[in-house]
């Protein structure tokens, strides 16, 4: 099993802030996906990426996979109380293994 | 109803007891899988059914049976089961047969999952 180590755990801002999480393992993975949990919900896919040194862009937020493909970023522009939740990074190939998440709260 | 749902929504149970979660997927996919989310623990993969039938059992103890009856349906069935199986138990399906092998490259849609608490 592909280990994935997501940091911080808990992240708590003011609105308007800029935020940063991040996904890292020793094993070298041919993609990365990072996903939204909302409380009471399940898992939304936001982003796949798939080369190393990618950045993608959606909207507010800028995902960065690593040029070794051993390593993940997102970053959250001006963080808006719709930001909140649990964002998990996920990767593999026949299976799927996922960080234990990083919650993120967004105080107005 | 669109994507995927799961009933009950909530369950509790005691240790004797015998119930199923019920998953159905409206999106003609070929894999669905079953998910346990702990507090502060990854999601662990527990059942793969590709093309209904199953490809993964990841160590899961024979209290937890899944049952694909068809493509769009998956049952997990309990019984006996600990305290310590309280968590949220969550469906995903995808498009591709699970021996593709592009599980990063295809999207997971979950149901909104089944919060079980055991007594």
């Known amino acids: 099993t592909q280990l994935l180590e997501q940091s911080p755990q808990f992240l708590s801002i003011q609105e308007g802030e800029n935020l940063t999480v991040y996904c890292n393992s020793s094993?070298?993975?041919?993609?990365l996906q990072w996903y939204r949990q909302e409380p009471g919900e399940g898992p939304v896919l936001l982003v796949t990426?798939?080369?190393?040194?990618e950045v993608k862009k959606l909207k507010r937020l800028t995902f960065q996979f690593g040029d070794a493909r051993k390593d993940s970023s997102l970053h959250i522009t001006a963080a808006q109380p719709g930001d909140t939740g649990l964002y998990l990074c996920?990767?593999?190939?026949?299976?799927?293994?996922f960080g234990a998440g990083t919650t993120v709260t967004v105080r107005a | 109803e669109t994507g995927v749902t799961q009933t009950p929504r909530h369950l509790v149970m005691g240790m004797t007891n015998k119930k199923s979660l019920k998953c159905e997927q409206h999106?003609?996919?070929?894999?669905m899988y079953w998910y346990k989310q702990s507090a502060k623990k990854p999601l662990e993969l527990m059942f793969v059914?590709?093309?209904?039938?199953?490809?993964e059992n990841n160590s899961v103890p024979s209290r937890f049976s899944p049952e694909c009856p068809n493509s769009s349906h998956l049952f997990l069935h309990l019984h006996t089961l600990q305290p310590e199986d309280s968590a949220l138990y969550l469906c995903?399906?995808?498009?591709?047969?699970?021996?593709?092998?592009?599980?990063?490259?295809?999207?997971?849609?979950f149901g909104p999952g089944t919060r079980l608490t055991v007594l």
């Open positions: 995903a399906s995808s498009q591709e047969p699970y021996f593709v092998g592009q599980a990063a490259l295809d999207t997971q849609y």
């Open positions: 094993s070298v993975f041919s993609s």
């Open positions: 990426v798939v080369t190393g040194g």
């Open positions: 996920a990767g593999g190939d026949y299976k799927l293994s």
């Open positions: 999106l003609g996919h070929n894999a």
């Open positions: 059914y590709s093309l209904e039938e199953r490809v």
